[in-house]
């Protein structure tokens, strides 16, 4: 399996396109194909945050766990000479403990987009977190099964969702005992952050597009040298009010994402 990562507004989206069957697809007379979109979680030259039992080394020398990935993401669309194709308005998607296929070194994140409309497509663009204007609503406002129908991703006090949760645990007494909680909750309008992968993409009728999210989680909680998150200064990073520890993930997206696509 061959492929080529794509760097935030840097590198063109290689075009890479999955050989399946069929000719078109109903869909008021366009054609259509399908998108696949895959995650990965890493934590630097880790393969893949199997489960929460797996030791990661931090800047500090002490070890870390991550027992907590997960965000909203949206709206995701693909865009072209006639505008944006949007996929979806808002989805939420749990990176904790993911399963590898070891044939096809995808994981079991994935969400599917059906009826998308065949064509050349210039670029793929997505937000973390929830737009502002869906940001005004309550789990309340939304049926169940919806995205943002979870009550454990809306924290009153905010008058906000929840966007994105990093928790996990640190061995501070390097004794194997982990007994460092730490949690980073990203919230409110300001760290709404939107990513775009330009280059050229190519949905064929009938046939599907595999795509997947790589997303450095050390990068994420590090940058270079001493500039990282002192998590035992501070571990807990669930206040309004203080908000520097999650702008510091936030403004990581855009290095620790990566974008492949797949033959």
């Known amino acids: 399996m061959q492929y080529r990562s794509l760097i935030y507004f840097l590198l063109p989206l290689l075009l890479l396109t999955f050989s399946a069957c069929g000719d078109d697809d109903d869909n008021g007379g366009t054609p259509t194909g399908t998108v696949e979109l895959f995650f990965k979680p890493v934590y630097g030259d880790e393969d893949v945050l199997i489960d929460r039992t797996e030791n990661l080394d931090y800047p500090t020398g002490k070890e870390i766990r991550i027992i907590v990935s997960d965000m909203f993401i949206g709206p995701l669309s693909l865009s072209g000479n006639d505008g944006a194709t949007e996929l979806s308005e808002i989805e939420f998607i749990n990176l904790s403990e993911p399963i590898l296929d070891q044939q096809t070194g995808l994981t079991d994140k994935v969400l599917v987009f059906d ?124 206040s309004a009010g203080d908000l520097e520890y999650m702008r510091f993930i936030v403004d990581n997206y855009a290095s620790a994402i990566s974008l492949r696509v797949y033959q």
């Open 115 to 238: 009826n998308v409309p065949a064509g050349i497509y210039s670029g793929f663009e997505f937000g973390i977190g929830i737009p502002e204007d869906l940001n005004k609503k309550a789990p309340s406002d939304f049926p169940a099964g919806h995205p943002m129908r979870r009550e454990s991703h809306y924290w009153p006090p905010w008058n906000s969702y929840i966007f994105s949760k990093i928790e996990g645990r640190k061995d501070v007494n390097q004794d194997g005992g982990f007994g460092l909680n730490f949690v980073y909750h990203a919230g409110l309008d300001e760290l709404y952050r939107y990513l775009n992968f330009s280059g050229t993409l190519e949905v064929r009728p009938g046939e599907i597009t595999r795509m997947e999210l790589v997303i450095d989680h050390k990068k994420l909680l590090s940058r270079s040298g001493s500039d990282f998150l002192d998590i035992e200064a501070n571990p807990v990073d669930h």
